[in-house]
């Protein structure tokens, strides 16, 4: 028998994969808190530069037309009222921005006061309103002005572990097995968190933090693997919208948690410590079958087979055998000659490719592009948190009644919404900004539904042979777009508006794109380069054919 007729008949969702489901889906609560907690520890409160040698405008007394002078050299500094402030950030040149108070806030705000001159120094330290966040590693660290881009940086090199991640572990896991590598990344995602808690210096915390991300790889993919290759084939899209549901959930609760702890230490802690709980999965986490036998462990396979079996209530016969050696050999001969330059050796093949991988690419890029940058809309950062949480659930499940109808058009018309909601944002003003959280709301929307679906779809637009490493690069793109996504703020400093408009039009080019790949909903899937290329040729003698 074939594996896929023996987990038909042993249930393809029984008990044994549900239980399997909760093991894999605990862990997408803590990996969500890790992707977006530096939402919170690394805010950029309203804040001003004290100078020893300048006298300050008291914001109480300046429509009087006085100007009473303090400095940082008092024993008792005025308490300032940061939403009435002017600030001037000196690296800026001088350019001012309006602070924003505790319930219109904005934590990417980079101005400063400082008198006598734009020196781009502030040698008498930083004041930081405090009303929002008692601590984060901005106001710790001094990371404003000159400073504020090793944040943004910060964050590339904490993406950019998830790229290494993605190549380490996967690679890793083909070796040692799903399980191994999941365990592995549980306890190094624990390890180094809680470490971070702990850094003593901003390039020391910014290191630990590329080693956590690498471990979100880890799980993430490895998870998901050893869930589809648990389960039937009918039941593989839901169970993995199952885990997307538990990673929106993490989502949602961050905000509650960062609401509730406003020290950046205290927080990362509570985030991180809880990993070491899973440290049972040691007793309770299973192998994947299809793995032990693809590396030729059959006596462990079917061990494992037949402990499915009996906590499914169908048990099966000692006389069972599976076909493995012949099939799993010819699978692997095959893969053996093809390489990652298949992918673009011939037309069709690579016109598929590029596009796919910029799909990848895109989704990644907007939906962390967005997700990370929430206190830009302009209204309380922990209740946009939230909703942006909230709107992960409807975006996954649509796509269930989406999927089966068109994969194509349904990527292309997620992608089209996300796209415009963010370019309309753009022409919100700054006093309107429910408005704007609303596009952006839409925006999240749209790309996260059409993040859910690439997974789908790139796994049936590539032929069997190159599949994994179609995939694979997918992925890669993915984590280049990640990584990316935090460098994009950057261009604030060039046009505040440059990172949304960025954010607009990549997904409505990956839109117009999407045209240019083939439908596979209610497809037999290609196994071979070839059927790809003739799949194109039919199409183009077709429209030949019709316009003749």
Known sequence: MKFDDVLHQIGGFGRFQKTLYVWICLPQILLAFHMFVSIFTGAVPPHLCLSTTTTWPSPANQESGTDPSWSSGSSSIPSFNFSQVELACPAAGGASQQANGVGNYSGQLDGELQGGGATGECKGGWEYNREIFSSTIVTEWDLVCDDAKLNNIGSFIYMFGLLVGAVLFGTLADKYGRRTIILVGLALQALFGVGAAFAPTFYIYTMLRFVVGTTISAVIMNA??????????????????????????????????????????????????????????????????????????????????????????????????????????????????????????????????????????VNVLVYYGLSLNISDFGINIYLTQFIFGLVEMPARTITLFTLNRSRRISQLAFLAVGGLACLLTIFIPDDLSMVRTGLAMVGKFGITASLSIIYVYSAEVFPTVVRQSGIGMGSMCARAGGAIAPIIYLLKRQSPKAPMVLFGLCPLVGAALTLLLPETANMALPDTIEEVERAGQSSSNEKGTSCA
């Open 224 to 361: 998901f693997v050893l869930g589809t290759e648990w389960t039937g084939p009918k039941q593989r899209m839901l169970a993995g919208i199952i885990t997307d549901y538990f990673f929106g959930v993490g989502y949602i609760l961050l905000a509650l948690l960062a609401y509730l702890i406003r020290d950046w230490r205290q927080l990362q802690l509570a985030i991180s410590a809880p990993g070491f709980v899973f440290v049972f999965y040691f007793w309770v986490l299973p192998k994947s079958a299809r793995w032990l036998l693809a590396n030729r462990k059959h006596e462990e396979a079917m061990d494992l087979i037949q402990k499915a079996a009996l906590v499914n209530g169908r048990p099966l016969g000692h006389d069972i055998e599976l076909e493995q050696d012949q099939n799993i050999d010819k699978t692997l001969e095959k893969q053996r000659k093809h390489t990652v330059l298949d992918l673009v050796r011939t037309p069709k093949m690579r016109t598929q490719s590029l596009i796919v991988f910029y799909l990848w690419f």
